[in-house]
């Protein structure tokens, strides 16, 4: 089984993360962010990656820490599960519909972390949360799990829809590009024989 915890620790923030990538999409999500733990339980439940969270914060400053490191801390625990990444697809990619919404997510497991974001809200906040702190989550997450991400929303009016399929589509692409391929199960998906280390 690929897992792994995370233990990250700082003056900010305390984030306990553990993933299994060959899961069945079980979430235990608590962040202290109502809305952040909705889109990490999407996240969960659509990459078929198991999830717990467990994120304590200094939310009475704001969520940006919160949001932030949490992101590292996943990134961090996917990374670490893959290992050398031998066997993956390594490309994942999917346009998901939310309503009126349409957004598109691509995105390779390159050791090369790099955040394509091209979403746009038109309220600076949903619920408590700040829309901005969106582009900051994976920006986080990309960094952290060495992964080039594209992000964009094609078109949408609702701010809960925009981000949600952005959610969904990193959740869907993952989840094709985690997937042991079948044709190479036990190479590593790359020319240079090697992706990180």
Known sequence: MRE??????????????RINLDGSGQYDVSTGIGFLDHMLEQLSRHSLVDLFVRAEGDLHIDFHHTTEDTGIAIG?????????????????AAYVPMDETLSRVS?????????????????PKLGDMDTELFK???????????????????YGE????????????????????????????????????????
């Open 4 to 17: 792994a915890n995370v233990n990250r620790k700082t003056n900010e923030t305390s984030i306990d993360v």
């Open 76 to 92: 961090q625990a996917i990374s670490a599960a893959l290992g050398d990444k031998s066997g993956i697809v390594r490309y994942g």
């Open 107 to 123: 995105l390779d497991i390159s050791a090369r972390p790099y955040l394509v974001w091209r979403v746009q809200f038109s309220k």
């Open 136 to 154: 900051e989550w994976f920006q986080a997450f990309a960094q952290a799990a060495g992964i080039t991400l594209h992000v964009e929303n094609l």
């Open 158 to 197: 609702n701010n809960h829809h925009i981000v949600e399929s952005c959610f969904k589509g990193l959740a869907r692409s993952l989840r094709t590009a985690i997937e042991i391929d079948p044709r190479a199960s036990n190479a590593i998906p790359s020319t240079k024989g090697a992706l990180g280390g």
